[in-house]
């Protein structure tokens, strides 16, 4: 079916499958039905057209929720309220309703918690969202938006928002089917593949893996780092006019990093405009990043006045630290247990980012990014650079994984 309202169109495919689809295309569970009042004067309302009671539901159960939106319309949706963005200038059509229902409302709800539950990336959210996927493989097709702990919306059908999200196999050779990457976990929880079902997964791993994607997320990237080497320009500069004790003590450490207070405030203020758009191919937030800025450090340490002094402290501390905090799940679980662990012990971390405590490093309210940084064993401390540098190997084992799925396929492995 296609509907189409002034270049929008929201499309539903049958849901008919056949027997080479069906492990994931089961028949689909019916929607929660909630009482339509169907406005068809109501601003934003596509349907213009007066339907007769029980109508609407019939075409809302017809879509089940199988459409896929367009990025900017999503956007102006999830902005809608917000006065300081671009979006408060959106037209109608980009706040449209059918049958009175927002787009966001249109969508599967029962693959948004899917989706919403791969995002958050823990032990116990990843096993729900296998144990969905493993009772209903046909959610794996659905076109959904999903949020992370951070708020930043991903979207794209749950298989590609765990490709996103960069939650693949952290190594080769897992044995634990708990510490293998999500994407792999769904991908075997939907059971036997065929060779068309396979290429279909192709297909979707293409919003990472593909050409397009890299360009896109490289051009992300880019933007991140350029501004985080302005900030490390900016520490410099203001390490040069600094009057004060220049001691390598914990006191004057808190006191030039008040000095720099507003340099802080503005990096950080340009960082959260990243949180804002639809993230529909690429990463939610490539170590990338940490890499390479690591690299530009390594490089001007002398320029700080060297590794140990309170300008590298800073720029570790709200540069380094405050992109750790904005890693996606299950990359801030690497750092967490410690990039070292990983790439020298090939010890694969645990789905989880809350301390012995109960306490999060990760949480918004955290100190990391503020008073330290996560260093090459996961401990709080302000020397986050040296770990920084080895995401490569974290990276070159992740293409890998990717590699492997998409060339080779998965193996074969018994259901429970």
Not at 114 to 133: M, S, W, Y
Not at 261 to 285: N, R, Y
Not at 340 to 368: E, K
């Amino acid at each position: 079916m296609t509907m189409s309202h002034k270049g929008l169109e929201i499309r539903s495919e049958s849901k008919q499958a056949s027997s080479a689809q069906k492990p994931l295309s089961s028949a689909v569970s019916p929607q929660t039905t909630v009482r339509i009042e169907h406005h068809p004067d109501a601003p934003g309302e596509v349907m213009t057209a007066h339907f007769t009671d029980g109508l609407p539901q019939i075409v809302l159960d017809a879509l089940g929720g199988d459409i896929d939106i367009p990025p900017h319309i999503l956007s102006a949706a999830l902005n809608k309220d917000d006065s300081k963005t671009e979006e408060k200038h959106a037209t109608k059509q980009e706040r449209f309703t059918l049958f009175g229902r927002s787009v966001l409302e249109l969508m599967h709800s029962e693959a948004t918690d899917v989706g919403n539950l791969i995002l958050n990336g823990e032990a116990k959210e990843i096993e729900t969202a296998v144990d969905r996927i493993r009772q209903k493989p046909h959610l794996l097709r659905y076109k959904i938006l999903a949020k992370d702990r951070l708020g930043r919306p991903v979207h794209g059908t749950p298989l590609q928002i765990a490709a996103i999200a960069g939650d693949v196999d952290l190594k080769a050779d897992i044995k634990e089917e708990k510490d293998r990457g999500a994407v792999e976990r769904l991908i075997i929880a939907a059971g036997h593949l065929s060779q068309e079902e396979q290429e279909e997964i192709d297909q979707q791993l293409e919003v990472v893996i593909g050409n397009e994607a890299q360009d896109k997320n490289d051009a992300r990237n880019k933007k991140i780092v350029d501004r985080l080497i302005q900030f490390g320009e900016d520490i410099i500069r203001k390490g040069q006019e600094y009057k004060g004790d220049k001691k390598y003590t914990d006191k004057n450490f808190q006191t030039f990093q008040a000095s720099c207070q507003s340099l802080i405030d503005k990096f950080e203020e340009d960082l959260q405009l990243t949180t804002k758009a639809v993230i529909t191919s690429g990463q939610v937030f490539d170590p990338k990043i940490l890499q390479t800025v690591a690299e530009w450090f390594e490089t001007n340490a002398k320029r700080f006045g060297g590794w140990w002094t309170l300008q590298s402290d800073v720029f570790d501390v709200n540069g380094f630290g405050t992109l750790q905090r904005l890693l996606s799940a299950r990359d801030a679980h690497v750092v967490r247990a410690g990039i070292g662990r990983l790439v020298d012990n090939g010890i694969v971390p645990p789905r989880q980012l809350a301390n012995a405590d109960g306490s999060s490093h990760f949480n918004t309210d955290s100190r990391l990014g503020r008073d330290f940084s996560l260093d090459y064993y996961g401990r709080p401390a302000r020397a986050a650079c040296a770990g920084c540098a080895r995401l490569g190997k974290l990276m070159s084992n992740k293409n890998s994984s990717f590699s492997k799925i998409t060339q080779r396929g998965l193996p074969k492995q018994k259901q429970p």
